[in-house]
């Protein structure tokens, strides 16, 4: 951590970006940096790809969060949950020195500086452990967008990844003045009704796989653009469909298949069910010891050991048969309790979701 201070105090201007589709950390650990990095004297502005989810809109700075790049090229350019500048949705991201921040088991090496933790509940938790390694002040604001980024990461503290150390950091946010209950309010408690049916859409059609001793480890589900249409929703509402998939008790593993615009269908705003090269984006979750994040990897994605993603292309039914088959081979390679719930490996003791 000293080497990565050291070369942010040697520079002036910083880009801080993440990966396209932000979610709570990648919004929450951005703006933190943001705010950490203002404190330190630097010019620094936060640009994502992709436009931030309402959700977020209570974090503070989150107004001067821009969607281009700024044209004059920083001395810095700090990724934040990227396992390459590809993951962010910029083609290059020019700079004149790269930092790459990551908490995901599939992290890889690419910058010209790497901090990749595993073990670490969210990215804003690294900022964090960045600004007191800094001794600087945790204002309110900075407080508020870690705090953001821990909740959301660790699924309110529920995934196994939260220990001791997560809730004194949440505590410590909050003693700083992070505004613990608007963030609730906002992110949990304001969702459009949109969201509620396009979810018992997704209900409705949820495939379990029964095996012949009546287990079902794998659990999957889909939505496509026209259901996505009928319910009035956006693809911020699929977020979290997955969750429900993976929380049924015997499940080992889950996937939900969210079709993506490409093409002509995309620029007219079309449902694409006919088109030929019909995309899906997968959104994998597992219990214990079964690592979806490898299973994402097959197919050129990646994540954490318990919830990972990646793109398929093809037909529905194709995708859902690729993907079903590759997490029953994981199901059937990693060993499970009678129970049904995967042993704990002991060479990975912080398992991770999202
Ligand atoms: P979600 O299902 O919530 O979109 O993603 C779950 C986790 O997998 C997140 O930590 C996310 O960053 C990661 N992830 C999702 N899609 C991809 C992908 O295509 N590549 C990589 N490397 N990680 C992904």
Known sequence: MGALLELLRERQTFVITSHARPDGDAIGSSLGMMHLLHAMGKQAVVALADPVPVAYDCLPGVQSIARALPEARPDAVVLLECDSVARTGYAAIPAGLTINIDHHLSGRRYADFNWIDPEACAVGAMVYDLARAAELEITPAMASCLYAAVLTDTGSFTYSSTNAATFALASDLMERGADANAIVQAVYLSHPVSRMRLLGTALDKLRLEETE????????????????????????DCEGVVNYLIAIGGVRAAVLLREVAVGPAAAAGLAAATEQATQFRLSLR???????????????????????????????????????????????????????????????PATLLA
């Open 213 to 236: 001793h009546g287990e079902c480890p794998v659990a999957w589900s889909s939505i496509t653009l026209a259901e996505m249409q009928r319910a009035g929703a956006c693809v911020e």
């Open 286 to 348: 597992s219990k214990g010891a079964l690592d979806v994040a490898r299973v994402a990897e097959g197919f050129g994605g990646g994540g954490h050991r318990n919830a990972s993603g990646c793109t398929l292309t093809g037909s529905l039914e194709g995708a859902t048969q690729r993907i079903v088959e590759a997490l029953r081979t994981a199901c059937l390679a990693t060993p499970a309790t009678p129970a049904g719930v995967a042993a704990a490996d002991p060479e990975q």
